[in-house]
């Protein structure tokens, strides 16, 4: 789990990815399972073991597909193996797959230049993807991980690690070997794919002619099987030698000749193993230099957040200024983020999700947010590129926020104290030096009923019931159990003296 693509990930922010990546061992070992076992055990040990990947979402789904898929295909049974893992992947993904149907999202292609790989080692694009590593952004890349000696250290644990992957799968030949290595190639072939030009239209192509393609966008993601094809082939490094150094016990020759000898080499090989990738990838240790830590809302925040739990209504809140990105330091150290404020508020927030990224010719790209109210909200306010405040005119702004079924303002950022009285219809609630919350006085507001749909809780049902299901059926502890009988307890067994 000591890897350049757990670093980048855990900095990036993507908890929930790294969930899905994190049970992409037990998918694969479900899958090689499901092509012996009868069909629905097969599906039942597939389904508890994407769990995982139905927390974390579409893209740790896409992940385990890819991993275990080719598996899938390459083993016995592949047919029905694929239809198993086809089955299991869509009843995890109901939460998410049905709501997307009917959101009327898009998704910009725009987003194959700004989220393709980059090089964040000396070794180029496709070496940094080699090492796991290459994520779009630079703010994420561990601290000194470009570094030529710490870089150079990393290829040869990953030079090694494939060789321990290859002498495995020809030694032991694993169910597994084939499919893995299958994925991993795939993996690496999609992430370097944002990385060329040939490559970017073609996946251009492809978010045009469907959006949900849309996930191949951040191509370092897919270097996920790789991650792992390496970790495995660290373990077989690791085997290897201690088997060595047992051999040469056992004959009673070579560097180690008794048991003593042989302990301490194999204390000394487990160290090396244990401590190599921190020594070689020091920049995540102690939350990547401090880099994750948790962060308390400033009190005002939290008045504001608590002032608009208070409020009985269903509106939504406006996030102000209009840009997705804030320049912060109550964190502990400046730093720019995503808006906090976005995740601040139990409802629905109409913000700026736009998103610009720097390319590596010093120019910028800005991939356009899926999100239709905040497209008409940048419409009818004329937000100021330079502010992000709306230049819309003062006296329509109730009426508009209306129409938007906006209930709330909230600006992170100081205002001035005739900030409200310049807006008739809005009323401030909390004022602070960088938030200010606006209520909007309007009996007449467009709220739209956002509830969740039938058919959206029919699909939430029927993964919750898919996996309550899996666990009884593969006899998980997780199930519920059905009591043993009772043995008599004065029955005893007689023992011959």
Same mark, same amino acid.
């Given at each position: 789990?000591?890897?350049?693509?757990?670093?980048?990930?855990?900095?990036?922010?993507?908890?929930?990815?790294?969930?899905?990546?994190?049970?992409?061992?037990?998918?694969?070992?479900?899958?090689?399972?499901?092509?012996?076992?009868?069909?629905?055990?097969?599906?039942?040990?597939?389904?508890?073991?994407?769990?995982?990947?139905?927390?974390?979402?579409?893209?740790?789904?896409?992940?385990?597909?890819?991993?275990?898929?080719?598996?899938?295909?390459?083993?016995?049974?592949?047919?029905?193996?694929?239809?198993?893992?086809?089955?299991?992947?869509?009843?995890?993904?109901?939460?998410?797959?049905?709501?997307?149907?009917?959101?009327?999202?898009?998704?910009?292609?725009?987003?194959?230049?700004?989220?393709?790989?980059?090089?964040?080692?000396?070794?180029?694009?496709?070496?940094?993807?080699?090492?796991?590593?290459?994520?779009?952004?630079?703010?994420?890349?561990?601290?000194?991980?470009?570094?030529?000696?710490?870089?150079?250290?990393?290829?040869?644990?990953?030079?090694?690690?494939?060789?321990?992957?290859?002498?495995?799968?020809?030694?032991?030949?694993?169910?597994?070997?084939?499919?893995?290595?299958?994925?991993?190639?795939?993996?690496?072939?999609?992430?370097?794919?944002?990385?060329?030009?040939?490559?970017?239209?073609?996946?251009?192509?492809?978010?045009?002619?469907?959006?949900?393609?849309?996930?191949?966008?951040?191509?370092? =993601?897919?270097?996920?099987?790789? $991650?792992?094809?390496? +970790? %495995? /082939?660290?373990?077989? !490094? #690791?085997?290897? &030698?201690?088997? @060595?150094?047992?051999?040469?016990?056992?004959?009673?020759?070579?560097?180690?000749?008794?048991?003593?000898?042989?302990? =301490?080499?194999?204390?000394?090989? $487990?160290?090396?193993? +244990? %401590? /190599?990738?921190?020594? !070689? #990838?020091?920049? &995540?240790?102690? @939350?990547?230099?401090?880099?994750?830590?948790?962060?308390?809302?400033?009190?005002?925040?939290?008045?504001?957040?608590?002032?608009?739990?208070?409020?009985?209504?269903?509106?939504?809140? %406006?996030?102000?200024?209009?840009?997705?990105?804030?320049?912060?330091?109550?964190?502990?150290?400046?730093?720019?983020?995503?808006?906090?404020?976005?995740?601040?508020?139990?409802?629905?927030?109409?913000?700026?999700?736009?998103?610009?990224?720097?390319?590596?010719?010093?120019?910028?790209?800005?991939?356009?947010?899926?999100?239709?109210?905040?497209?008409?909200?940048?419409?009818?306010?004329?937000?100021?590129?330079?502010?992000?405040?709306?230049?819309?005119?003062?006296?329509?702004?109730?009426?508009?926020?209306?129409?938007?079924?906006?209930?709330?303002?909230?600006?992170?950022?100081?205002?001035?104290?005739?900030?409200?009285?310049?807006?008739?219809?809005?009323?401030?609630?909390?004022?602070?030096?960088?938030?200010?919350?606006?209520?909007?006085?309007?009996?007449?507001?467009?709220?739209?009923?956002?509830?969740?749909?039938?058919?959206?809780?029919?699909?939430?049902?029927?993964?919750?019931?898919?996996?309550?299901?899996?666990?009884?059926?593969?006899?998980?502890?997780?199930?519920?159990?059905?009591?043993?009988?009772?043995?008599?307890?004065?029955?005893?067994?007689?023992?011959?003296?």
């Amino acid at each position: 789990m000591w890897n350049p693509f757990v670093a980048e990930r855990l900095l990036l922010g993507q908890w929930a990815v790294l969930l899905g990546y994190a049970g992409l061992p037990w998918v694969l070992a479900a899958v090689v399972r499901a092509s012996t076992e009868p069909a629905s055990r097969g599906l039942a040990g597939t389904l508890r073991a994407l769990i995982p990947a139905a927390v974390g979402g579409f893209s740790s789904v896409a992940l385990s597909a890819l991993t275990a898929g080719p598996q899938a295909l390459l083993g016995p049974r592949r047919w029905r193996t694929a239809g198993t893992l086809v089955a299991a992947l869509v009843l995890v993904s109901l939460p998410w797959l049905v709501p997307s149907l009917t959101s009327g999202a898009t998704t910009d292609p725009a987003g194959v230049e700004a989220f393709a790989a980059r090089a964040d080692t000396p070794f180029g694009v496709l070496g940094s993807l080699l090492l796991s590593g290459g994520v779009w952004n630079a703010g994420a890349v561990p601290p000194g991980y470009g570094e030529p000696v710490a870089a150079a250290a990393r290829a040869l644990l990953v030079a090694v690690s494939l060789a321990g992957w290859v002498w495995w799968a020809r030694r032991h030949r694993p169910a597994m070997a084939a499919g893995l290595s299958v994925a991993a190639v795939a993996g690496t072939t999609i992430a370097l794919a944002g990385a060329t030009g040939p490559g970017r239209e073609v996946l251009t192509a492809l978010i045009g002619w469907w959006p949900g393609f849309g996930l191949l966008r951040d191509g370092q =993601l897919y270097v996920a099987p790789l $991650a792992l094809l390496q +970790a %495995l /082939g660290s373990g077989a !490094v #690791l085997v290897w &030698l201690l088997r @060595g150094f047992s051999e040469d016990a056992r004959r009673g020759s070579g560097p180690s000749r008794n048991v003593s000898e042989v302990g =301490l080499v194999r204390t000394m090989v $487990a160290v090396f193993v +244990a %401590l /190599g990738p921190v020594v !070689v #990838l020091p920049g &995540l240790a102690w @939350g990547a230099g401090g880099g994750l830590v948790p962060v308390d809302y400033p009190r005002e925040w939290t008045r504001a957040q608590e002032a608009v739990a208070a409020d009985p209504g269903s509106g939504a809140v %406006l996030v102000l200024p209009w840009s997705a990105y804030r320049g912060v330091e109550w964190s502990g150290r400046p730093v720019v983020v995503l808006d906090p404020a976005t995740r601040l508020f139990d409802r629905r927030t109409v913000w700026n999700d736009d998103l610009r990224v720097g390319t590596p010719d010093g120019g910028t790209v800005v991939v356009a947010g899926e999100d239709a109210r905040a497209r008409e909200a940048a419409r009818l306010l004329e937000p100021d590129p330079r502010t992000g405040m709306p230049t819309a005119d003062p006296g329509e702004w109730a009426e508009i926020l209306s129409s938007l079924g906006v209930s709330h303002v909230a600006v992170s950022a100081p205002v001035d104290n005739r900030f409200s009285s310049d807006f008739p219809g809005l009323e401030m609630v909390v004022q602070g030096d960088d938030m200010t919350l606006l209520e909007v006085r309007d009996q007449h507001m467009n709220v739209d009923k956002e509830g969740i749909s039938g058919l959206e809780v029919t699909g939430g049902l029927v993964t919750v019931g898919a996996i309550i299901w899996s666990m009884a059926r593969s006899g998980s502890s997780l199930g519920f159990q059905r009591p043993q009988p009772r043995t008599d307890r004065g029955a005893r067994k007689e023992i011959p003296k």
